[in-house]
């Protein structure tokens, strides 16, 4: 009988306990509050994946999550793996991955999403006197951009998505660059290594450093001056995923999906997942129920395609109506201290790496 088979039998007669990893990312990796963190506060493991697995085990007498830390290496290799934990059952799931198209879906198979296609991507871009180096029209023939090498929407999302204000696909004539991390691009992008940078579209707001329990691992200066220093020229683009965020990222062929989906979906319904969803400021990604507000679903900016935005890019979100600042001879100079001088040819290897 094969593991994920005897598994099955097990939950089915006597309930089962499954362990789901989720990094804290205190090794600097990357931080991603309200995901997956440690609450400053309580010292313990915290995020929308932990409090539902948490719900869940509560909910379903014959089911028990047991979230444990793990590094995200684990769960997915920097060479576009499957993690060697997931790998050899050590974990039957890692918490909090985005159901992405290519790669992922290929080598690992995936539990409905907790969370709706709601981490869409987006082009950031530096400000020149409130004009975006490029602007939102682009095709991007002939310029250089950065996507972050470790995480989702990985390298090849570019031709998977349209943009926002042309409803074209992009001219495949960019060069492309990488930076492991959201700050390794954010860096690049203010050295001049490159015009824009592929990323998520809330990323930039998820890294503005008001929050007081969490534990930021990101340099925060370079993420200060959103909507003066850099803002986005794309927003809302989906269609690089299959789901959105998900609570199970497992082997292919683990049993996990099949013992958890029914639970979860129930969870979905209860009061306790609307209150989780208000807990980490999830309520317009959430998929809604009965529990939610109706006619509350007001979609943020990032979120939108960008042509549905309207005024300036003080906000940090350029509608498709602002062009481009007028091209200097000097490059934008780099406004952070410290910056740190990335190889390219160290970083080659990374180009199909793709955490979260
Ligand atoms: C738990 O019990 C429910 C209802 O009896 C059943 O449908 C489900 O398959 C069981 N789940 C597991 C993990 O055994
Ligand atoms: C899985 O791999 C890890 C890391 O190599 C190792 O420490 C652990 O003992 C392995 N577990 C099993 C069940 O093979
Ligand atoms: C995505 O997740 C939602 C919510 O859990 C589920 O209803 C839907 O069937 C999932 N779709 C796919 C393609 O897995
Ligand atoms: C790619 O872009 C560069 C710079 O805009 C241009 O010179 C070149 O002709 C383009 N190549 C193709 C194949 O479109
Ligand atoms: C941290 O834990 C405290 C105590 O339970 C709680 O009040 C607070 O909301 C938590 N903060 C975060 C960011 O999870």
């Known amino acids: 009988m094969s593991s994920a088979s005897f598994l099955g039998l097990l939950g089915a007669v006597h309930g089962v306990t499954l362990r789901f990893g989720m990094d804290i990312d205190s090794r600097r990796w990357l931080d991603w509050p309200p995901y997956a963190y440690k609450n400053t506060t309580t010292g313990e493991l915290a995020g929308i994946g932990k409090d539902i697995a948490d719900g869940m085990s509560a909910l379903c007498d014959n089911l028990t999550i047991e979230s444990v830390e793990t590094g995200w290496l684990n769960c997915w290799t920097s060479d576009g793996k499957l993690g060697p934990l997931l790998e050899n059952g050590t974990l039957d799931a890692c918490m909090t991955y985005s159901h992405g198209r290519g790669l992922r879906d290929t080598l690992a198979d995936w539990s409905l999403a907790i969370l709706d296609d709601n981490k869409p991507a987006g082009l950031m871009t530096l400000l020149l006197n409130g004009k975006p180096v490029v602007s939102g029209m682009d095709d991007l023939a002939g310029k250089t951009i950065i996507d972050v090498g470790g995480w989702a929407p990985t390298a090849d999302g570019l031709g998977y ?21 959201n ?33 930021a691992e990101w340099d925060c200066s370079l993420w200060s001056g959103f909507g003066t220093e850099y803002a986005y020229v794309q927003t809302g683009q989906k269609g690089w995923a299959v789901n959105g965020t998900t609570l199970a990222m497992t082997k292919p062929g683990s049993a996990v999906p099949g013992l958890i989906n029914s639970c979860l979906a129930s969870f979905m319904e209860t009061k306790e997942y609307y209150d989780i969803c208000v807990k980490h400021g999830f309520e317009s990604s959430c998929y809604t129920n009965s529990f939610f507000p109706s006619g509350s679903a007001s979609m943020a900016s990032y979120e939108k395609p960008t042509n549905e935005l309207t005024g300036d890019c003080s906000g940090g979100y350029c509608p498709c109506s602002v062009e481009a600042a007028p091209t200097t001879t000097t490059a934008p100079s780099a406004t952070s201290s410290g910056a740190v001088e990335v190889s390219l040819g160290s970083l080659a290897g990374l180009i199909s790496m793709s955490l979260l």
């Open 161 to 181: 998505v349209t943009n926002k204000c042309t409803n074209q696909p992009y001219s495949s004539n960019y060069t492309l660059a990488v930076g492991p991390e």
């Open 183 to 215: 700050d390794d691009a954010m860096r690049m992008l203010r050295n001049g290594e490159g015009d824009a940078v592929f990323l998520y579209a809330d990323q930039a707001q998820l890294y503005q450093c008001a929050g007081a329990d969490v534990a």
